[in-house]
Nanobody
Framework: QVRVVESGGGLVRAGGSLRLSCAAS????????MGWYRQAPGKQRELVAY???????NYADSVKGRFTISRDNAKNTVYLQMNSLKPEDTAVYYC????????????????WGQGTQVTVSS
């Protein structure tokens, strides 16, 4: 019922920038939290940043000052602007839509995208 699709990944040199986008579609009434996670090879998935409906944001220490998360509630879309990229930022980036309320149900659910690869070369 809900589809979450990321875009914007790619290959970039260290110091460069990328902008990720994530759009959630379906019969959505509201999305409480939208966030970005990443998983590097051989590592666990980790939180990068999240943003609430009221635009409260939180960032992992490793990306503070370099990444900026934003959202468009009307479009159910979240963005991640990544600047000053480092090789250690290389990972698959996943979008998460948390506590999604559908128009047909008041029970919230969480949804994940399929991920988009970000590779930063040194």
């Amino acid at each position: 019922q809900v589809r979450v699709v990321e875009s914007g990944g790619g290959l970039v040199r260290a110091g460069g920038s990328l902008r990720l986008s994530c759009a959630a579609s379906g019969s959505i009434f509201s999305i409480n939290i939208m966030g970005w996670y990443r998983q590097a090879p051989g590592k666990q998935r980790e939180l990068v940043a999240y943003i609430t409906e009221s635009n409260y944001t939180n960032y992992a220490d490793s990306v503070k000052g370099r990444f900026t998360i934003s959202r468009d509630n009307a479009k159910n879309t979240v963005y991640l602007q990544m600047n000053s990229l480092k090789p250690e930022d290389t990972a698959v980036y996943y979008c998460n839509a948390e506590r999604v309320v559908l128009t047909s149900s008041l029970v919230p659910h969480d949804y994940w995208g399929q991920g988009t690869q970000v590779t930063v070369s040194s």
